[in-house]
C-alpha cells in the first residue's frame, strides 16, 4: 500500500497504539479501534502520522488499509463494492469475530464500540461482516446492533453510560488506553459516554473545557464527571450516584474500580476527595 495515493484509511487491525513520535518506544498517546477513519498525512519510515476524530500521532504503516467498500447487493455475494448506510455495532466490551460461519476458529477480537459493514444477517447465530484488507469475518448477533451510519451512537438513558463503566471494573489501568485490553481514566469516560450517545473530547482536561455545565459536589448525580488536579486537571471519573464514582486509576489501584467521597465508606479516597476542580454535568437525563 503506498500512503501517498489517498489519504483516507481505516485502522486495519482490532486495535492500535498512535504513538507521541514515529517509534515504538515512545509514548502512546491513543488508541484507535478497527476501522476507524483517519486522514495519513507525513511518513518516516515504518510510520504513517494520522489524524483520527479525535486525535492525531503517529501509527505504523502496516496498521492501516484502505476504508472497506464491500456491500449487498441483490443476487450478490456481497462484492459488488457499494456500502450500505448500515453498521454492525459492538455493543459488549469484547467479541469475536469467527473466520466462518460455524466453529471457533477466529480471526481476532473486536472491542466496544468497533462498527463493521455487513455483507449477510440471513444466518441464525452469526452475522457476516467485511473487515479491512478485504477480508470477511461473523460475528455473533447478540452483541452487535445495527445502526445507521449516520447515527452510530444513539441517545441513550445516563444508566447506559454507567452500566457500562461497571462493565470495566477491575480491567487494566493503561495509559492511552481505550479497550477491554487496557484503559485510562478519560478513555473509560470516553467510551462510556459514546455508547449512551454523547461524543466527548479525548483528554481529561479537554472534557472538561468541552462541557459548560457545572455543579456543586452536593448536587452531585449519577452520570456527572469529576475532574482531579493540584495545579491543572489530570484525572477525571464518572459519577454513579451522590457518592461514589468510578474511574479507571494508574497511580495507587491501577485499574478500574469504585470509590466514594463519603468519609465513613470503606471505599474512600482522601486524597482523590481534596484534588476535585472541578465538576461538570455531560446532560441533564
Known amino acids: 500500500m503506498n500512503v501517498f495515493d489517498m489519504n483516507i484509511f481505516v485502522i486495519a487491525v482490532c486495535i492500535a497504539d498512535i504513538h507521541a513520535d514515529p517509534a515504538s518506544d515512545s509514548e502512546v498517546v491513543t488508541q484507535a479501534l478497527m476501522n476507524t477513519s483517519v486522514v495519513a498525512g507525513d511518513v518516516q519510515g515504518a510510520w504513517t502520522r494520522v489524524t483520527l476524530p479525535d486525535y492525531a500521532g503517529w501509527i505504523r504503516t502496516a496498521e492501516l488499509e484502505l476504508p472497506i467498500v464491500r456491500g449487498v447487493c441483490e443476487e450478490d455475494e456481497g462484492t459488488c463494492g457499494v456500502p450500505l448506510p448500515y453498521s454492525l455495532l459492538v455493543t459488549v466490551p469484547v467479541v469475536p469475530v469467527y473466520i466462518h460461519a460455524q466453529g471457533e476458529e477466529k480471526w481476532y477480537d473486536v472491542y466496544l464500540s468497533t462498527a463493521l459493514p455487513y455483507i449477510d444477517l440471513a444466518h441464525p447465530s452469526r452475522l457476516r461482516v467485511a473487515l479491512p484488507g478485504e477480508r470477511e469475518g461473523w460475528i455473533p448477533r447478540e452483541y452487535v446492533a445495527m445502526r445507521r451510519n449516520d447515527l452510530l451512537f444513539e441517545t441513550q438513558d445516563l444508566r447506559v453510560v454507567t452500566d457500562y463503566a461497571r462493565t470495566f471494573l477491575d480491567i487494566p489501568y493503561l495509559w492511552g488506553g481505550t479497550s477491554w485490553r487496557g484503559i485510562d481514566c478519560s478513555g ?73 467521597l463519603d468519609p465513613h465508606a470503606a471505599n474512600y479516597n482522601e486524597r482523590l476527595a481534596a484534588l476535585i476542580k472541578e465538576i461538570k454535568r455531560v446532560r441533564d437525563r
Open 188 to 260: 473509560l469516560v470516553q467510551l462510556c459516554y459514546r455508547m449512551g450517545g454523547n461524543i466527548l473530547p479525548r483528554d481529561a482536561d479537554q472534557q472538561c473545557a468541552a462541557l459548560p455545565q457545572s455543579v456543586e459536589q452536593d448536587a452531585l448525580r449519577e452520570g456527572d464527571l469529576l475532574f482531579f488536579g493540584r495545579e491543572s486537571i489530570t484525572h477525571v471519573a464518572l459519577a454513579l450516584n451522590a457518592h461514589e464514582y468510578i474511574h479507571a486509576e494508574g497511580q495507587n489501584y491501577h485499574r478500574v474500580l469504585i470509590n466514594s
